[in-house]
């Protein structure tokens, strides 16, 4: 069936980096744009970033860009997100998703997500 | 940025209502706004897409309409398990935005 799971998430200091993945099964990865949306604690989701099915197009939310990047890798049916500089307001649930287009349209599968928790 | 508002921000309502949820954009999107649904501490789950499309294996209780700023989700009928936080979700920009959420309890 068709699945994302996320990993890579715990707790790290402010302006240090973290990478997360996620693991594409049951689809063909190398069509789709894939998408990064997360959740503060008690609040609402925010969308991060997205990619196109080739990686030539990306795309980040504003309170991110210059910090975080957004990659796949199609020969390991993956997505990733490199997260520097990190802020305590980059404490979140982080889920990635998947897109029903080759670029974004809209995420019509989610994995479970990863928590990242940014403290000192 | 393009930005998304729900209203209201919370609703309370009985089993067997038909309910009603605004979005609004900041500026035209024409139909590209989608319907997210999520239960607590689960992962969102996509009910509507293009406004007024239902996803596969959404019940029919489920619909959209709109188009440019204005949109709505109506739920006919409330079944139990619909008591959950409804975001309305924008991809006609790059940057894609979600509305602020509304949270559906039981009366």
């Known amino acids: 069936q068709v699945q994302l799971v996320e990993s890579g998430g715990g707790v790290v200091q402010p302006g240090r980096s973290l990478r997360l993945s996620c693991a594409a099964s049951?689809?063909?990865?190398?069509?789709?744009?894939m998408h990064w949306v997360r959740q503060a604690p008690g609040k609402g989701l925010e969308w991060v970033a997205v990619?196109?099915?080739?990686?030539?197009?990306?795309y980040y939310a504003d309170s991110v860009k210059g910090r975080f990047t957004i990659s796949r890798d199609n020969s390991k049916d993956t997505v990733y997100l490199q997260m520097n500089s990190l802020r305590i307001e980059d404490t979140a649930v982080y889920y990635c998703?998947?897109?029903?287009?080759?670029?974004?349209?809209?995420?019509?599968?989610w994995g479970k997500g990863t928590t990242v928790t940014v403290s000192s | 940025d393009i930005q998304m508002t729900q209203s209201p921000s919370s609703l309370s309502a009985s089993v067997g209502d038909r309910v009603t949820i605004t979005c609004r954009a900041s500026?035209?999107?024409?139909?590209?706004l989608n319907w997210y649904q999520q239960k607590p501490g689960k992962a969102p789950k996509l009910l509507i897409y293009?406004?007024?499309s239902l996803q596969s294996g959404v019940p029919s209780r489920f619909s959209g309409s709109g188009s440019g700023t204005d949109f709505t989700l109506t739920i006919n009928s409330l079944q139990p398990e619909d008591f959950a936080t409804y975001y309305c979700?924008?991809?006609?920009?790059?940057?894609?935005?979600f509305g602020q959420g509304t949270k559906l309890e039981i009366k």
């Open positions: 998703a998947k897109d029903y287009s080759s670029s974004w349209y809209y995420m019509d599968v």
């Open positions: 049951g689809f063909t990865f190398r069509g789709c744009g």
């Open positions: 990619i196109s099915y080739d990686g030539s197009n990306k």
């Open positions: 500026q035209t999107i024409t139909n590209f």
């Open positions: 979700q924008q991809s006609y920009s790059t940057l894609q935005t």
């Open positions: 293009a406004a007024s």
